[in-house]
Nanobody, 118 residues
Framework: QVQLVESGGGLVQAGGSLRLSCAASGRTFSAYTMGWFRRVPGKEREFVATINWSGRVTNYADSVKGRFAISRDNAKGTVYLQMNNLKPEDTAVYYC???????????WGQGTQVTVSS
């Protein structure tokens, strides 16, 4: 399986930006659709964005559409999440994962905390 390590989280004021990275190692990273998700304590994990193997097809949750951008560099084995115009409701632990099948995301990383202050 692919192993994932997220980084890039931090504390930012509302309206600010952060770029998250997800570094992959192990099996062929470039063959898989990758996803970003987030979780707030006490709530279910929430879908944020996905990107297909080539990077040409992306999908976003309505709550982040127009503010977040997912991208990937297969040569570097890394997926990115550029987050602009951040809002306090974006505060969460952000995770990346590999899509192995329909609604089948696995190989979760340890997550990176994003905190947006108002």
């Amino acid at each position: 399986q692919v192993q994932l390590v997220e980084s890039g989280g931090g504390l930012v004021q509302a309206g600010g930006s952060l770029r998250l990275s997800c570094a992959a190692s192990g099996r062929t990273f470039s063959a898989y659709t990758m996803g970003w998700f987030r979780r707030v304590p006490g709530k279910e994990r929430e879908f944020v964005a996905t990107i297909n193997w080539s990077g040409r097809v992306t999908n976003y949750a309505d709550s982040v559409k127009g503010r977040f951008a997912i991208s990937r560099d297969n040569a570097k084995g890394t997926v990115y999440l550029q987050m602009n115009n951040l809002k306090p409701e974006d505060t969460a632990v952000y995770y990346c994962a590999v899509q192995y099948g329909t609604n089948d995301f696995r190989s979760w990383g340890q997550g990176t905390q994003v905190t947006v202050s108002s």
